[in-house]
């Protein structure tokens, strides 16, 4: 993983995300979601500049990324590339960025 390093919150919501799906649908809707996900981390690292700012979420040097509901954040300068969270995009991101904010740039 030399190429993204996941941040612990990050680790966290993909952890939230996988056992939500499981519960809520099944093991291969669960799996997928988050195979998905790894996706667009490595391709994120390939190319940081894809994703987008979103001012109405935060005013911090991130960049969002949306894959099916979620929202990826990351770190689009960072080497190796930082995702610091992956959040669903109905829940209040804001207010969870701004509880996060020590770990974001």
């Known amino acids: 993983m030399d190429q ?5 919150e990050a ?6 995300i996988f056992l939500y799906l499981l519960h809520k649908a099944n093991e291969e809707i669960a799996d997928r979601v988050v195979t998905e996900l790894f996706k667009a981390f490595y391709r994120l690292a390939e190319i ?5 700012r979103r001012a109405d979420l935060t005013s911090k040097d991130v960049f969002f990324y949306k ?5 990826i954040i990351y770190s689009p300068r960072s080497k190796p590339l930082r995702i610091l969270g992956v959040l ?18």
């Open 4 to 8: 993204f390093h996941l941040t612990d």
């Open 11 to 16: 680790i966290f919501d993909i952890d939230a």
């Open 48 to 52: 940081p500049n894809i994703g987008h």
């Open 67 to 71: 894959v099916f509901s979620y929202l």
């Open 88 to 105: 669903h995009g109905k829940r209040n991101v804001a207010r969870i960025l701004r509880r996060r904010s020590r770990g974001i740039q």
